[in-house]
């Protein structure tokens, strides 16, 4: 049976087994972009099955563990995919959330409903890379990957990894003026699901995952697809034409706070990069924005992608690691040990506060992360140490942590990653240093302090 795509989509998909289509339903495997608009995964999921007057399906495929994520993060991840199944239902789609590793699961689900096609979101880490491998090998059907985060598939924006910010920013500024469209309307699948599912059994679910529980969830922050637009409106109408003066103090709530949406995917950039452009912000608030929004989060896919050891010292810059390397034997003023580091008990308050803030919100102000990262660094017997530390804390107390930014920051403060070699200093190399008066000069230390004493 030929099913054309008569679409805009077109471009955002890559084929990743191309076997031929013999019929049978088309089944989304929602990973990466768990939400029900402005999905282009959806979209093109949708597209493929009315084309070819087949019904369509939803799956979810829950692991048990996920890095080093808890209770904390995956109570958002599921209260975010509730609400999502109410949606899907409320368009008439079948939602199914599958519990186990995608290679185990998904054949056999698959053989049993006659799937045709597969479809699922693109995500650059090496946990769903090493699931698409899998999968793909044990599967018979065409299996399409569809880049539902990025405003420019990352496929598209570079085909190697790119060194340098300025570079990407060059490739990609035409690329985005070709991609940052308005999406087509979300149509509701013509042939419906044959059978209903069971209704899920969220709180099961959820007692059978096999993760911490002792990291508590947050509350400053309402998980799901609606708060999230709520969100996004919010931080435009009363935040973004400010952003450029105080996105960057941690005493303030400047930011924009949405990259947890972000990281589950139930805010696409897309949507929120067309909303920042219509509203009436001055110029450099949007495009400051816009630069976090889509450049620096689409630079952290392709360093990802193109960087397999993206999470080791290997991926740093050569200078930064000569330079590190020359430095591995300097003493040491202050050393930690991981638990020290997690309670919160160094020398220095300031770094003590990031921390808390880190437990206690899951997030540290965008501020003090290179500051908190940096020391990291200064205060461990060597980098490997220092970076292990520092993606432990992250994936574990963080809420979006386990995410190509989360990765690619760590990198960029400890490694030098994307920057420049900076005059050298004891312990850190070349890497480019922070220090207590820098941050000092930049804000109130001590009101930042006593902010995070109050949470
Ligand atoms: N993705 C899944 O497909 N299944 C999961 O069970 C799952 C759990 C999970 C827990 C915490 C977290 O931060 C992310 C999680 N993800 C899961 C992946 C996530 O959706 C993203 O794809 C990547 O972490 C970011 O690229």
């Known amino acids: 049976m030929a099913v054309r795509n008569l679409n805009p989509v077109d471009r955002r998909v890559r084929v990743i087994r191309a076997h031929p289509y013999r019929g049978g339903p088309v089944v989304y495997w929602m990973s990466r972009d768990q939400r029900a608009h402005k999905n282009w995964a959806l979209i093109h999921s949708i597209q493929w099955a ?3 007057g087949v019904p369509l399906l939803v799956a979810f495929c829950l692991v048990p563990q996920y890095m080093d994520a808890c209770i904390r993060q995956y109570g958002f991840m599921m209260k975010g995919l ?19 590793y995608p290679e185990i699961v998904f054949p056999s689900f698959l053989h049993r409903h006659g799937a045709g096609l597969l479809v699922t979101d693109f995500d650059p880490l090496r946990e769903k890379r090493e699931w698409i491998r899998r999968l793909a090998g044990e599967i018979t059907i065409p299996f399409h990957e569809v880049d539902a985060h990025n405003v420019v598939p990352c496929w598209l924006a570079s085909k190697r990894r790119i060194i340098t910010y300025t570079t990407f920013k060059e490739k990609i500024t035409p690329l985005i003026h070709e991609f940052l469209g308005e999406f087509p309307p979300l149509n509701a699948p013509e042939i419906p699901w044959p059978q209903t599912h069971a209704s899920i059994d969220w709180q ?21 697809e609606r708060a999230a637009q709520a969100s996004l409106r919010e931080f435009l109408r009363a935040r973004l034409s400010s952003y450029p003066e105080r996105a960057a103090d941690p005493t303030t709530l ?5 990259s947890p949406y972000f990281h589950f995917g139930h805010l696409s950039s897309q949507r929120a990069a ?15 924005y816009l630069d976090q929004l889509i450049v620096k989060k689409e630079l952290s896919d392709n360093f990802c992608l193109h960087t397999p050891e993206y999470d080791t010292f290997g991926a740093f810059p050569k200078w930064a690691r000569d330079s590190i390397d020359a430095h591995r034997s300097d003493e040491r003023e202050h050393l930690y040990t991981l638990e020290q580091f997690e309670n919160g008990q160094t020398h220095d308050p300031l770094w003590n506060s990031a921390q808390l803030e ?4 899951g997030k540290i102000h965008g501020s003090l992360r290179e500051y908190w990262a940096h020391k990291i660094l200064e205060w461990t017997r060597n ?24 990765y690619t920051g760590t990198a960029y403060v400890i490694g030098g990653l994307f920057d420049r070699p900076w005059t050298s200093k004891e312990v850190t190399g070349k890497v480019r240093s922070m220090t207590y008066t820098g941050e000092r000069l930049r804000y ?5 302090e006593e902010r995070v004493k109050q949470l």
């Open 274 to 288: 067309l909303e920042v452009l219509r509203t009436d912000a001055p110029r450099e608030a949007k495009s400051k």
């Open 254 to 258: 400047g930011q924009s706070d949405l």
């Open 444 to 448: 109130d230390i001590h009101a930042y």
């Open 82 to 100: 509730e609400e999502l199944e109410a949606e899907l239902s409320s368009l008439g789609i079948e939602f199914v959330v599958l519990e186990g």
């Open 358 to 361: 880190l437990v206690k919100l």
């Open 204 to 224: 099961g679910m959820i007692d059978r995952l096999k993760v911490d529980r002792t990291v508590k969830e947050v509350d400053w922050i309402i998980p799901g």
């Open 50 to 52: 009315n084309q070819a």
């Open 383 to 406: 980098p490997e140490e220092a970076l292990s530390i520092a993606l432990h804390l992250n994936n574990r107390w963080g809420l979006d942590s386990r995410d190509p930014s989360g």
